[in-house]
């Protein structure tokens, strides 16, 4: 379940994404499976290829992009999540959450 962002950013990031362009979206989120991590951020693009070169840039193999129909993308979690947005420059979108 994603929360803490409005319907205007998930706009924006899905244009982006269905427009084949890196996207980047932070929310907060909750899943069991993964026990103290409290977001997830989700790098899509409707390229696949691009998508997967940019995964393989930060050492993240195609098979685990998930095809979810228009909106292809990586979930990035935990130390890997901190490690990829402080590489992109996008750090804001974690002090954002205070993750």
């Excluded at 899509?44 to 691009?50: F, Y």
């Excluded at 685990?64 to 990586?74: D, L, N, Q």
């Amino acid at each position: 379940m994603a929360f803490g962002i409005n319907r205007a950013e998930l706009k924006e990031w899905k244009q982006k994404v269905a427009s084949g362009k890196i996207a980047f979206l932070t929310h907060y989120w909750i899943d069991d499976r993964f026990p103290g991590v409290k977001t997830v951020t989700k790098v899509g693009c409707a390229n696949i290829e691009r998508l997967a070169q940019w995964g393989e840039k930060h050492g993240i193999p195609a098979r685990y992009i998930h095809h979810r129909s228009r909106y292809p993308h990586f979930d990035l979690l935990g130390d890997r999540q901190r490690e990829v947005l402080e590489k992109e420059d996008l750090l804001d979108q974690l002090k954002r959450f205070k993750s």
